[in-house]
């Protein structure tokens, strides 16, 4: 009985062996593939402005790690431009709908990608720890046009470009107006939605350790990727978000949490029906209604 025992004790040990490793390897793996963008797997551009009548640059740039950067830029007709960001693992063409209603209202539009996005260079995702000097670059690139007036630059970004585009103008004072959709208030707020959307496990035991591995991956803490920090920073400038309450991509709760954050002037379009980024998709005129009174009215004063 004592050998059955023993033996029973050993298969049940192997077999936990096993799970946990098991556990651990495919924990590891997601958050291998949550943060490395190679380009065989990645989401390119199938249109370009010029399938919107939109004229047109084909931008590159060099980022300050040395990465080339795929950007498009549409002239300005009143010398004010948006800075327009798409979101995690998608790609510019997200935001020709977007620079084309701003063409109509006489705005330039600057759509960039970031590292391990698009064309542009770099395999790492590091949710914007290093992206921060992606936007930078791009800002830089702006400066050298001729068609702009720097008093007049605005930021509009989706999702995980939301979230960029508030970290980025809580560091540079110049970007004078700031739209953000559906952007991430935390990492922490909303890893659980996030993970389980893109990768379809549940929050336990799986999150805790996919965090773990991307933490170590990146070396940046989940605590540090936190845009109700940076939100407050932008005012007195102007900010205005957008959320859906049937967001399965991020926390719901991430607009208001954004919103309590920020200070005035401040705006939030909340809808409880739309999902992720579904704005311009559902209500295409009353978007651009909003967004372009938000610039005109802080850009150009009207």
Do not use: C
């Amino acid at each position: 009985m004592k050998r059955i025992t023993r033996i029973v004790l050993s298969v049940l040990a192997g077999l936990l062996i096993l799970a946990v490793g098991g556990l651990l390897w495919k924990t590891r793996q997601e958050a291998y593939n949550l943060l490395h963008s190679p380009m065989a797997t990645r989401t390119l551009p199938t249109e370009t402005p010029a399938d919107y009548n939109l004229p047109y640059d084909d931008v590159t740039i060099i980022n300050p790690d040395g990465m080339k950067l795929a950007g498009w830029y549409i002239p300005s007709e009143n010398g004010a431009v948006i800075i327009m960001q798409h979101g995690y693992k998608s790609m510019r063409g997200e935001l020709l709908n977007e620079a084309e209603m701003m063409h109509r209202h006489g705005y330039g539009a600057l759509i960039t990608s970031i590292r391990a996005h698009d064309y542009s260079e770099g395999e790492l995702i590091t949710l914007g720890f290093y992206e921060v000097q992606d936007m930078e670059a791009w800002y830089q690139y702006l400066l050298t046009r001729d068609d702009i007036d720097p008093e007049k630059i605005g930021i509009l970004g989706n999702s995980y470009g939301g979230m960029l585009s508030i970290q980025y103008a809580s560091q540079n004072p110049n970007i004078k107006a700031v739209v953000a959709n559906s952007a991430f208030s935390s990492m922490s707020d909303t890893v659980s939605t996030s993970v389980k959307h893109f990768t379809g496990l549940p929050e336990f035991p799986f999150v805790p350790l996919i965090v773990f591995w991307a933490q170590v991956d990146t070396g940046i803490k989940i605590e540090e990727i936190d845009a109700t920090k940076w939100i407050p920073l932008i005012g007195p400038r102007p900010v205005f978000l957008m959320q859906g309450g049937a967001d399965t991509v991020i926390s719901p709760d991430s607009g208001q949490r954004l919103y309590d954050a920020a200070k005035e002037p401040r705006e939030l379009w909340y809808d409880p029906a739309l999902g992720h980024v579904e704005f311009d998709k559902e209500y295409p005129e009353e978007y651009e209604a909003r967004v372009s009174a938000f610039y005109d009215k802080y850009l150009l004063g009207m």
